[in-house]
C-alpha cells in the first residue's frame, strides 16, 4: 500500500485549520469591560451622559412602558439599571449591539426597525467597552455577578 495515500487528506485538514485560524484572527476580540478600571469607568460616564442618557436616561431607568411597542413598531429604549436586561448579555454581544445596532440583521431580524443607533462610526472600541464599562459599574453585585458568569460561559 502506497503510505502516501492519506497525505492529501491531511493536508486538507491542515489547510482548513489555517484558514479557520485566519478568519478567527481578522476578527478583533472586544475590548475588556472592565467594570473595576476606574479611568475605563471615568470615561464611560461622560460619554454615557453625552450619548446615551437623552434616551436610556441619565439614572439609567430607560424610558417609559419600555417593554411596550409604540405604533411605529419601534422599541422605548430599555433601562441599564437592574430592572432591565442589559445584564441577562454577556459582553461581546453587549459590545457588538452597541457597535452594529439593532439594523444590520445580526442583533435583530433583517428589517427591524430600532432607534438604537450603531456607534461604530462615531465612538472608538475603547470608548464603546467604557459605556458599557460604567453601566456595569453601577449594578449592585448579585448582577455583576450573573453577568460575570456568563460572560465567561460565552468565552468573553
Ligand atoms: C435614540 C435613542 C437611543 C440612544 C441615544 C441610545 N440607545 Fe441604546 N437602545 C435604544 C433602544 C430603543 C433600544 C432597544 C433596542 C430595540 O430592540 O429596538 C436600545 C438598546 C440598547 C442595548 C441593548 C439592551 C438589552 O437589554 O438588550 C444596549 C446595550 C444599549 N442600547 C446601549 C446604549 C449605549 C451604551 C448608548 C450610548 C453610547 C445607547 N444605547 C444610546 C435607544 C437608544
Redesign the pocket.
Known sequence: MDRHSGSPRWSRAALVAVAGMLVACSEPPAPSIDADDRALVALGKR??AS??A???GADLAGQPNWRQRRADG?????P?DAS???W??PDAM?FG??KEG?MTGVH?PAG?L????A?GGL?DDRE?AA??AY?KSTWPAEQRRHQAKISRQAGN
Open positions: 460619554l454615557y450619548h446615551c437623552r434616551c436610556h419601534r422599541l422605548p429604549a430599555p441599564h432591565g436586561h442589559t441577562h448579555h453587549l449591539m452597541v439593532f435583530a427591524y430600532s432607534d438604537m443607533p456607534y465612538l464603546i459605556t458599557l453601566i
